[in-house]
């Protein structure tokens, strides 16, 4: 059976990552570096907290009861713009632990907890317990671009000041 999603406890917020070595905005830049110290800065679709002089992504928290009664929450890219071409992308993690933005699917989730660690800071797991830190990391993988990535299992784990926009916001279409 399908979940649903829980309307009045959904909201749309940023993030910016408050305790660790890579603060900043939740984001999705990447840069290179240049000649004469120049960075060339890149938007991706991983999640970082690298470029200071942005505002963070704007994110929809979809809240969803689970069996145990808590609030789990599907987090999805909130772009108020169906024509965006990263409108309704969903968090997910890659097959090395890294948050990017996927395409969004059917069902819900990936689902994910907030707990609460002191006025509207929070840290972010995925159900079972592996909460979400900061890795520094070249994506040699990749593209060989540079980034403060966000990844499961990275210690310390991160907080997160969430800075909520609006609640009671029903999921994007």
């Given at each position: 059976m399908a979940k649903s999603y829980i309307a009045e406890k959904s909201f749309i917020a940023r993030l910016n990552v408050v305790n660790t070595q890579y603060t900043g905005p939740v984001g999705r830049w990447e840069y290179s570096p240049?000649?004469?110290?120049?960075?060339?800065w890149h938007a991706s679709e991983w999640l970082t907290t690298s470029r200071q002089d942005r505002e963070p992504l704007t994110l929809w928290f979809g809240a969803v009861q689970q069996a145990g009664g808590e609030d789990a929450y599907e987090i999805r890219l909130w772009t108020g713009n169906n024509a965006h071409p990263l409108f309704n992308?969903?968090?997910d993690v890659s097959t090395n632990g890294y948050l990017g933005l996927y395409e969004h699917k059917a069902t819900v989730g990936p689902l994910w907890r907030l707990q609460q660690v002191g006025g509207s800071q929070v840290r972010i797991t995925t159900l079972d317990d592996k909460a979400i830190g900061i890795y520094?990391?070249?994506a040699t993988w990749t593209t060989g671009r540079m980034a403060s990535y966000l990844c499961v299992g990275v210690v310390p784990a991160a907080?997160?000041?969430?800075?909520?926009?609006r609640m009671g916001v029903d999921?994007?279409?």
């Open positions: 240049g000649y004469n110290g120049n960075t060339f992308r969903r968090v520094w990391d070249r907080v997160f000041e969430v800075e909520i926009i999921a994007p279409l």
